[in-house]
């Protein structure tokens, strides 16, 4: 889990990968070495998160992860 702020997320074990939206913005170059097993342990594509606790998160706020 991560807090951001106040709030408290839960990051998805699910993978980013990306979409077509995404390969028209940044190009297919991109789009393949974000889906590339050798780049995805870095989740380059972002993470997917759920929102555990609501809270208040502002720009300046420092993520912090939480012990599991």
Do not use: F, H
Request: charged share 30%; glycine share 8%; proline share 4%.
């Amino acid at each position: 889990m991560i807090r951001a702020g106040t709030a408290i997320l839960r990051v998805s074990e699910v993978w980013n990968d990306g979409c077509v939206k995404w390969e028209s913005r940044y190009g297919t170059d991109a789009y393949d070495w974000l889906r590339d097993p050798a780049t995805k342990p870095l989740r380059l594509g972002g993470i997917l998160c759920s929102i555990e606790q609501d809270g208040v998160v502002m720009r300046e706020d420092r993520l912090q992860v939480l012990p599991a």
